[in-house]
């Protein structure tokens, strides 16, 4: 009897050969592209050329997908990708202006733009003050810049961001939303963020142990290190000099794992922007 | 170096790539949601994690993004406003498996929309075109950190996101093909005048939307311009000015008629009134006739007492018929202006006798030296896409085919693309009903995958 490996339906996979079969996914697709004039455009595809009146083109399927904005959302499939809203330069002009006797904060509550987004905006219009180009990409960055320009949707008073958001770094948060007349008391707190009541953490400050410090304090003194010279000889350069050392916090062991001997070492950059290997002793 | 992308084999399977090519625009738009039925678990966990990594980062290979890249505690957000609480729309933070590959420079050089695609972002940054807050960084894993200002060389910009400039003999090829495109429109039209004025007038607008705007511009610029030198000559016209010009043209001939005063017009008996001023003035041999200098003509027209009786009655005489002369050619001048705005609009035969046959282009000799080619249209002066020939890219510069649906502005960037400039505000979040990592899947397949990195001894 012949044993069959696969788990997948046969039908399932006879689907999947005929729609990975190369001759017709390529005919399909001449198909979708549409003809070519004359400079090899295919000038009849409704996506050849982006949009001019900040309403994005983006693509169309057949089926109508319910809740679908296809002017916001890039991807038929996810509804939770959104393109942003572009700044007009007449805006940004306004930010710029305001820039000078406000706060970030003030200009960002003004016109409902994330605080970030409003210091970024500020920096890059320094940037293009200062900014300057060969003559002859003038004209052709000019032409780019427009085109992105108009091809996004414009940012408006329907459109601000949600200024009282805090991004956090867990799964389970740090910050509870509450009502105003909800009751919610210390002890409430100190479970969410996961602390020791106060009152415990009081008596261990003001416990003092005389035994525990005295422990502490010779623990302290046996570490100091002792230094012993050698006897300087004849023909000889330098002392020797002997520092008391821990075994184990000291040197490589010998057949011990190293940290740079790993392949996922940490690595960061310096000033120069050089790759430089983090904590080469650990 | 990661291996190359061999766009057919990406067709065969279907799945999307970091890229704005045509290929992968297709396979965006055949895209069937994964099926999970007749699937164990570990089946749908398995396909799921191999379409999103073939999207998030498929030049990273699994051994690093597993070890280095993937953190089990995803980032989410704290609403601080209580009166939101309520809003019950979903947060899709399975989306955020892959916020921590964002970060990485090239991604981001890709998501500011300064490269084509990951793979052109990563030749980018090994050329040192990339510069990391004014240091070039020439490290595509380099990770940006919040407030980090990033910048692409402008050249390379309008490379990666222009259209591909064509090769001398392939220009040479498609520009004799325009203007033999030409040639024939212009038999066609001085074939039949009639029909050809129809079917310009009849035309549908182009979908090239970039030629629409730069026509419709030219045409708001054209009608203010004509405007103005309306409005300049009206301004010009004054009865004196009338006045000095009949003389000078009544002066020419030795015997005037009307006809010599045509430049007037017909119309409200222009020209007879002209012919009768300047044969008034004519028949008493008047100092004005014999020197038309601006001041004469000045003294002639102040009223004073001092003047002889039909010196006064002469001046009263012209003056009355030079201000109707002057309404009429104000009149005149709007005319003229208005025909001028609605030349085409007519059907003119004579149209067709603009139109001239062009030659084609000798295809040795150009391509021995490029600036030999001679190309003179409305549309075109030089070589197709080779305006300037030391440019990389389609000169003038125009936007590469099918970005449209691949250009999304993401709102963890602040792109200036006057400067080619770009700030990275933070890590992409995820926020009810919205992720910040730009996705094409959708979130149940992202659970799966999530839920394929997260289990016990992978992280």
Redesign the interface.
Known sequence: MKRNLS???RL?RFNRRA????AN??K??KQ??GPKN???????????????NNK????Q?QKKIYGRDSTIN?????Q???????ISEDLKDKILEDATNLHPQEIAHKYGI?L??I???I??KS??KD?K??D??V???????T??????PLFNHQTVD?L????????N???L????NEPFGPVDAAKILKLEPAETTLKSLTEFNLEDHQKKQQALEDKKVSVVYGKKREGEKSVFRFTQKDVGTFGHRYGASRRDRKK?RAIG?D???K?IYLHPNN | MPRKVDK?YQ????QMTMSMN??N??N????E?LKYI???LY?QKWAAKSETRTYHGDHIREK?FK??LFDS??????????S??GDNTPT??T?QTFATIEKRLEIAVFRS?FASSVRQARQFILGGEVK?NG?????PS?PLK??D?FSVN??K??YA??KSKPGLDKSIK?TN??IG?WNNYVSKARSNPKLFHEMKQNQPP?????QN?EINENKSNNQTNSEITMKQLQKNITRESILKEIILIGNKSKEPTIEIFEKFGTKNNSNSKCLQIYQQLKSINHYLVTEPTNEKIEQFFVKSEEKEHSEQLLQRQINSILRELKNSEYERIRILHQEDKLTGKFYNEKLVNNLKYTPKLNKEEVSEDESLAKVDFKFLNNL?GRK?P??S?F???Y?K???????????HI?I????????Y???P???P???E???????HVHDRTYMWYARKGMA
């Open positions: 788990t997948t339906t399932l729609t990975m079969d190369k996914l390529t399909e697709m979708w592209l004359i400079l090899g455009d295919y000038v009849k595809n409704p996506y050849f050329y982006p949009n001019q994005p083109n983006y693509i399927t890039p991807f038929p499939l996810n939770y990708t959104k393109t942003n809203y572009i994330n970030q987004r210091e970024a905006i920096k890059l940037i293009e900014f180009v060969k002859e990409l004209e052709d960055l000019k032409r780019f810049s085109v992105m320009k108009n091809y996004f949600n009282t958001e805090i991004p956090t770094k867990r799964i948060d740090r910050f939303t509450i009502e105003e996922d950059f000033s120069l922007g790759m | 057919v067709l065969t399977r279907g045509k290929e625009l297709f965006l738009y055949r895209k949601p007749g699937k164990t089946q690093q070890k280095v505690n995803l980032k989410s957000y704290s609403q601080l406003d209580s939101l609480k899709p933070i989306l929309m990391v240091v070039t960084i020439k490290h380099f919040q407030g200002v402008p050249e910009v309008l996101l222009g498609l093909e325009i495109a182009s979908f090239d939307v970039i705007m197709y300037d030391n440019r890219y000169t003038p510069w936007p085919p099918f970005i449209a649906p691949f250009a999304i502005l993401p709102s602040e200036s693309f006057d400067t080619c400039h770009a700030v505000l933070r890590d979040i995820a926020r009903g919205h992720s990592v730009i996705s094409p899947l959708p979130e």
